[in-house]
C-alpha cells in the first residue's frame, strides 16, 4: 500500500540531545514538508522540500535541520538549539508542490523532553 | 497579522443542526484552497478541495470569495462523528505562476456535534 510513515511514533530525549525523525514516502511524490503542532494550536511549518538535494526554511525554522538526498525521505533533526521541542510533529507529502494538489500525512511522532 | 486565520471556536451544536466555519487569508496570491478534518491524537486529512465556483460533496459545501479573501465550510444535517477540528489550509504561488510548496494552515476551528 502506498503512503506516508513516520517513526517512531512516541519519542522520548533527554534535555541537550539531538533527535532524528524519519519520515518515508512511497507515493512518488516531490514535495514533502515538516509540520509542528502544540497542544489547541494548529499546524506551524518547519522546513519543506519540492525536489531532492533542495528545502527551505519554513516559518520555524530555528532548532531544527533537515535533509533530501532521497526522494522518497525526509528526516528532521531536532537539535539541542530547540529550547521547546516537546509537540507533536507531522510529515506530509504532496505529488509537487503545485496547486491543488492534495498533502498526505503521517500519523505523527510524539517528542517529549525528561 | 496571521496568514490564514480561522474562529477557533469551540463551535458546540445539537445533531441535525447546520453549522458554518469562515477562514481568512492574507496573501492574494494565494491559489489553492483546502479544508482538512483532523480528530484527536490523529494526522489531518483532506476533507474537500474548495473551488471559486463553489463545490459540495454531500453534506458539506464549500465556497470561496476570491474578492474578501476568504474560504467558508457548510456542514448540514450535522452528525456526531462530525466533531472533529477543521482546519483551513491555502497554498501560494510565486510571481512566476509555480508554487512554492508551502501549505499553511489556519489554528482550526473545534467543532463538537452533541446528541
Known amino acids: 500500500d502506498g503512503g506516508i510513515t513516520q517513526s517512531p511514533k512516541y519519542l522520548f530525549r533527554k534535555e541537550g540531545q539531538n533527535v532524528t525523525l524519519s519520515c518515508e514516502q512511497n507515493?512518488?511524490?516531490?514535495?514533502m514538508y515538516w509540520y509542528r503542532q502544540d497542544p489547541g494550536q494548529g499546524l506551524r511549518l518547519i522546513y519543506y522540500?519540492?525536489?531532492?538535494?533542495?528545502?527551505q526554511k519554513g516559518d520555524i525554522a530555528e532548532g531544527y535541520s533537515v535533509s533530501r538526498e532521497k526522494k522518497e525521505s525526509f528526516p528532521l533533526t531536532v537539535t539541542s538549539a530547540q529550547k521547546n521541542p516537546t509537540a507533536f510533529y507531522l510529515c506530509?507529502?504532496?505529488?509537487?508542490?503545485?496547486?491543488?494538489?492534495?498533502?498526505?500525512f503521517g500519523q505523527g511522532t510524539r517528542l517529549t523532553v525528561v | 497579522r496571521k496568514e490564514v486565520e480561522q474562529d477557533p471556536g469551540p463551535f458546540n451544536v445539537p445533531e441535525g443542526a447546520t453549522v458554518a466555519f469562515n477562514c481568512t487569508y492574507s496573501?492574494?496570491?494565494?491559489?489553492?484552497f483546502f479544508w482538512y478534518r483532523q480528530d484527536c491524537r490523529k494526522e489531518p486529512k483532506l476533507l474537500m478541495s474548495?473551488?471559486?465556483s463553489g463545490n459540495e460533496d454531500g453534506r458539506f459545501t464549500a465556497q470561496l470569495n476570491r474578492a474578501s479573501q476568504y474560504i467558508s465550510l457548510l456542514i448540514r444535517d450535522s452528525k456526531l462523528s462530525d466533531s472533529a477540528t477543521y482546519l483551513c489550509?491555502?497554498?501560494?504561488?510565486?510571481?512566476?505562476?509555480?508554487?512554492?510548496?508551502?501549505?499553511?494552515f489556519g489554528q482550526g476551528t473545534i467543532l463538537t456535534v452533541h446528541p
Open positions: 506530509a507529502s504532496s505529488i509537487y508542490g503545485g496547486l491543488g494538489t492534495e498533502a498526505f
Open positions: 507515493l512518488n511524490h516531490d514535495a
Open positions: 522540500s519540492q525536489i531532492v538535494n533542495d528545502f
Open positions: 496573501n492574494s496570491a494565494s491559489q489553492s
Open positions: 474548495v473551488y471559486s
Open positions: 489550509v491555502v497554498t501560494s504561488s510565486n510571481a512566476g505562476g509555480t508554487s512554492y510548496g508551502k501549505l499553511t
